[in-house]
């Protein structure tokens, strides 16, 4: 039997097939529009807002690199991993969206070394793996550097 | 401005990795800070412990724990949490007391015995708490969070990853004169550079340890360090417990985003900061010296911003001068800091304080920055804590 596939954490983000593609989903106050992500379901955090309703909104792809560093030891848990297997390292990115302009963290897909990173640099949301073993995929984002596109050097 | 309390009484258990419980630390440091004061523990009238989550349930309840270990002696007792903040805000709630009449003295305590490795959220699934989320998620650590910071420094304003192991070289050099320090040895640029890189750009010694460790103040109103004999005490004449302001630009841990565009990531320490200023009346020019939080070697640099000590993106120009080392027109952690103490999270604030004060006095031996009259102290808990204590003399 194929192993199940979760989100790493519900509700961060689309589920496979949806029709806007994959996406980080946040929320907007409904009265005053201010964006949250991680979602804020209870209550706006604008002190002059006292709205309790939010709307799901699918935030932007694309944005640009923050910062950046990796992780080099293996961190503790609730961190998901194989502990029989050698630990790799993996970069981690804070990227502030194109359109939204609020920093969000991320790793990167698999591979992506440090050195091939600068801050200012385009990348994209795309769907990965953060954990895998015979029972279970635990799903997440990654981030992508465009790298046959601009921003490199 | 609000009034201005006295500190009667400093100390500390010198800090390490002992393997005994905090309660020990802690009580060795009260009874040390009450024979600095010339008070015997039938003097306190009030105790306020800050609180640790990493000693079951005797930290979370810290303030009685402690009254209990001294000996139950129907004081007032209150503890406080506020993640690294816990020491200033435990210090802010003795100083209340004074200033409302409820009591003349205060003893504070923090005390922690800390855990080997990175700092994990607390056990379970729990998905509502965002430490526990960006452990999971993204195995975000708070080195990597230091180390986002210290990338974007040097992506902005050119700082190098050598002005960063000069920071660890200069605490050093002022904790080789600290004998509550940890670590009280010099380093030099190349131990620092040999070390393995934990979160890129920073290695093992650009990042502050975990340890235990502990520190007391007895705290008084004015007049009754006047009526103790005291006529010139160190005197909190400020402390900054404030929020950060809707909408947050700074990543702080535990979040995994911000509210607003990435421009203004040093608000929040600025703010804090500013808050004590007005609070006491002072401004950066004023201050002899400064005790900030380095966690991290980079993030000591930001702090030098946000206490106005030099304009955004100068901090590393200060620190290349030799502006904030022993000896210089500024000194910074002259206790050594973090790097040399590791992190005992609630006793933290107050060894600040307690640093501040034998400053103050002219006590400080080999690491007296000589004439100090004004210091202050800055840090940051967790969810957006300020924390920052002005002392003067």
């Excluded at chain 2, 209150?78 to 004074?98: F, H």
């Excluded at chain 2, 131990?191 to 750009?201: C, G």
């Excluded at chain 2, 006095?361 to 080999?366: D, I, K, L, N």
Aim: glycine fraction near 10%.
């Amino acid at each position: 039997m194929a192993p199940t596939r979760t989100p790493a954490v519900a509700g961060l983000f689309t589920e496979d097939g949806d029709p806007r593609g994959f996406r980080l989903l946040g929320t907007r106050c409904a009265a005053c529009g201010a964006l949250f992500f991680p979602r804020e379901d209870d209550f706006c955090r604008d002190p002059g807002c006292t709205s309790t309703e939010f709307i799901e909104v699918a935030l932007s792809p694309r944005g640009r690199i923050w910062s950046y560093t990796d992780c080099r030891y293996p961190p503790p848990p609730p961190y998901p991993r194989d502990q029989d297997r050698e630990w790799e390292p993996y970069a981690l990115l804070a990227v502030e969206l194109k359109e939204e302009r609020i920093v969000v963290m991320g790793q990167a897909v698999p591979g992506v070394r440090t050195e091939e990173l600068e801050v200012g640099m385009p990348v994209e949301l795309v769907p990965g793996v953060l954990h895998e073993d015979a029972d279970r995929v635990l799903t997440t984002w990654h981030w992508q550097p465009e790298r046959a596109t601009e921003g490199t050097r | 401005m609000t009034g201005e309390i006295a500190v009667l009484g400093a100390a500390m258990h010198p800090w390490g990795k002992w393997g005994q419980s905090f309660v020990r630390y802690g009580v060795a440091a009260a009874r040390s800070a009450l024979a600095d004061a010339g008070l015997a523990w039938d003097a306190v009238q009030s105790v306020v412990g800050a609180g640790s989550v990493r000693c079951g349930y005797p930290g979370y309840v810290a303030g009685s724990t402690f009254a209990r270990a001294m000996g139950l002696n129907a004081t007032r007792v209150t503890t406080v949490y506020a993640a690294c903040a816990s020491g200033s805000q435990a210090i802010a709630a003795a100083r209340d007391q004074i200033l409302a009449g409820d009591c003349e003295v205060a003893l504070v305590i923090g005390a922690e015995s800390a855990p080997k490795g990175f700092f994990a959220p607390n056990a379970g699934e729990r998905p509502d708490d965002p430490d526990w989320v960006r452990f999971r998620l993204l195995g975000a650590t708070n080195p990597a969070y230091f180390a986002l910071y210290a990338r974007r420094r040097m992506a902005l304003y050119g700082d190098t990853v050598d002005d960063f192991a000069q920071v660890k070289v200069k605490n050093a050099a002022a904790g080789a004169q600290n004998p509550n320090a940890r670590y009280p040895k010099a380093v030099d640029a190349s131990e620092v550079a040999a070390s393995a890189v934990v979160a890129d750009p920073l290695r093992l010694l650009d990042i502050c340890a975990t340890s235990d460790g502990a520190a007391a103040l007895v705290l008084t109103s004015l007049d009754f360090a006047r009526r103790h004999g005291a006529d010139k005490p160190v005197r909190i004449r400020a402390v900054s417990t404030r929020t950060p302001a809707y909408p947050r630009s700074d990543l702080d841990f535990p979040d995994i985003a911000t509210d607003a565009d990435g421009a203004g990531a040093t608000a929040f320490r600025a703010q804090l900061a500013q808050a004590a200023y007005e609070q006491a009346g002072l401004g950066p020019d004023d201050v002899d010296t400064a005790e900030v939080y380095d966690l991290s070697t980079a993030l000591e640099l930001d702090w030098y911003e946000a206490l106005g000590l030099a304009a955004e993106g100068e901090g590393a120009k200060l620190l290349r001068a030799g502006d904030t080392a022993l000896g210089g027109r500024i000194p910074v952690n002259p206790s050594g800091g973090l790097a040399s103490f590791g992190e005992a999270v609630p006793a933290q604030a107050i060894a600040q304080v307690c640093e501040l004060t034998w400053q103050l006095r002219g006590q400080a031996g080999g690491r007296q920055v000589p004439g100090a009259r004004t210091g202050i102290t800055a840090n940051q808990g967790l969810f957006g804590h300020g924390s920052s204590v002005v002392a003067v003399r």
